[in-house]
């Protein structure tokens, strides 16, 4: 059974970052293409990056584009999100996803497999 358990949420001032990580556990990470996506309260579930099963292949959403960057590491079996130069509008509980396949996914109909979510907030 996959399990996906991220961390690295918290409290950040605006202009500041910090480092998700989902780490899988119950099948061969390199396998899976990872996402993450993110919702706010009173919005809906939105996406935020995602990443090929190497790691050679991103996407991103235009609101995060040049401040986000996800990577992974196969050994660790996990992947990462770092969220540099943060807005008050980043403000979200973040979950990481998981789907078999070659290439990389946006929607979130595309995955099989999601985490528990983190608290992102970021104060102005």
Partial sequence: QVQLVESGGGLVQAGGSLRLSCELSGRTFSLFAMGWFRQAPGKEREF??????????????????????????????TVY????????????????AATQGSWYYVES??????????????SS
């Avoid at 109909?109 to 970021?122: A, I, L, P, S």
């Fill in 48 to 77: 935020v990056a995602t990443i090929s099963w190497s790691g050679d292949t991103t996407s991103y959403a235009d609101s995060v584009k040049g401040r986000f960057t996800s990577s992974r590491d196969n050994a660790k079996n």
């Fill in 81 to 96: 999100l770092q969220m540099n130069n943060l807005k008050p509008e980043d403000t979200a509980v973040y979950y990481c």
């Fill in 109 to 122: 109909r595309e995955y099989d497999y999601w985490g528990q979510g983190t608290q992102v907030t970021v």
